[in-house]
Every structure is written in C-alpha cells, then in structure tokens.
C-alpha cells in the first residue's frame, strides 16, 4: 500500500470497514435503519403502506371503493322510476285479477230464470264457455267490442268451469277488455244438472251461444262465433 504497516493496521481499527456498495460499513448500517425501506414500486415502504391505509381503494370502475358502494347504496333515479312503474303495474294486473274474482257471480239451476227476469222486454245474450276450450278463449277477444258497440243488449258470460279452477278463470278474463260483460261461473261440481237446466238438448258442446230477442226466443249457436251472423241478429232485435 506504500505506507508503513502500523499506520496501515491503525486505520483498519479507526476507521469503518468499507461495504460492498463502496460506503463505509457503519453508514450503510445506518442508513438502513434510519431510513424507511424501498418497496418494488420505488417507494419507501412505509409511504406506500400508509397510502394504502389513508386511501380509498379503487374499484374495477375505476372509482374508490367507498365511493362505488355509496353509489349503490343510494341508488339512482333511472333505477328507482323503473322500480316504480314494476310495481304499477303489478298493482294494476292484480287489481284486475281481484276485480274480475269478485264480479263472477254463482250461476246454478235457478239463474236462468233470474237472468231472464233482469231483461225482461230486451235482448241479451248468454254464452257458455270454459277455459279449456280454445275457441271459447278466441270468443273472448270478441265479445268486449260487441258490447260497446251495442250497449243496449247485455251480455252474460258464464265459465262451465268447476270452482276449483276460479282463479285460473279470473286471470284469462282480466286480459280481456270485458269490464261491461257479466261475468258467471259454474256454482258447483255438477255441471250436467246446470246444462239440464239451461238447456236439455245441450250435451255439454263448447262454446255454447244463445241470442235471446226481446220475448226471449232464443236462437243457438256451437262453436265460434260468425261475425256476419252476429251482427245480422244484432240488426233484427233493434
């Protein structure tokens, strides 16, 4: 080293070891102690936990984390207008439904006459129908129309279904405009005693139509209803 072996041995022991990094052992030592550790994204390690901590965190939407969940809490108006119009119109089907389930009146041996008694001197029209039946169902679509276009003569309808099946009644006739229509049903489980009643040369055909004139002389008709015989009889009972 070109200098004399005790001063040499002296600095060895004065001095601080020399560390790989070319600083002095003690300092480096020191440094890493007093200084805050480096994390893999270049920051000290304790600013980048205690960013962790004081910040939000992000959402995959990019938003802080608090924020997003607030915005779910609270929701938005879009959301809660379209929530709102659901339950209308759930109110109104099961208004409907309840509507129509109240209306239908028990039709029994006796009902005819009643019915009868109800128009004397007018026109009216009794259809027999059930819900099993698909061109009664048809029927339905027409029978609405037919009644405000000729609000003079009544119409009666009346389902040959048990009371059991009430229900299921009640919801086809709500989806049909059929709010000036009479709604009957069936009383109980013996539905040939009622046809007998009704009608004895009726065997229990679907759907079953009489067209009463005003003296009650009833003209009948099976199966679907023909638009021009219909309103031909329309045009004699005026």
Do not use: N
Request: hydrophobic fraction near 35%.
């Amino acid at each position: 080293t070109g200098r004399p072996e005790g001063e040499h041995r002296s600095a060895k022991r004065e001095g601080s070891p020399v560390s790989p990094t070319g600083r002095p052992e003690g300092e480096h030592r020191s440094a890493k102690r007093e200084g805050s550790p480096v994390s893999p994204t270049g920051r000290p390690e304790g600013e980048h936990r205690s960013a962790k901590h004081e910040g939000s965190p992000v959402s995959p939407t990019g938003r802080p984390e608090g924020e997003h969940r607030s915005a779910k809490r609270e929701g938005s108006p879009v959301s809660l207008r379209r929530r709102f119009r659901l339950v209308a119109v759930v109110a109104l089907a099961a208004a409907a439904f309840a509507g129509h389930a109240a209306e239908m009146r028990p039709f029994d041996a006796a009902s005819l006459p009643a019915i009868k008694a109800a128009y004397a001197g007018r026109s009216f029209i009794l259809a027999f129908w059930s819900i099993h039946c698909a061109p009664c169902i048809e029927d339905l679509a027409d029978w609405g129309p037919l009644q405000r276009r000729h609000p003079g003569v009544p119409i009666v309808l009346v389902t040959t279904d048990p009371p059991a099946e009430r229900a299921r009644v009640a919801r086809v006739l709500a989806r049909y405009p059929l709010a000036k229509v009479e709604a009957w049903a069936f009383a109980d489980d013996f539905g040939e005693r009622i046809r007998y009643a009704v009608d004895r040369g009726w065997r229990g055909e679907l759907p079953r139509t009489y067209f009463y004139d005003a003296a009650h002389a009833a003209e009948v008709v099976s199966g679907r209803l023909d638009a021009a015989w219909t309103a031909a009889w329309y045009d004699r009972v005026r």
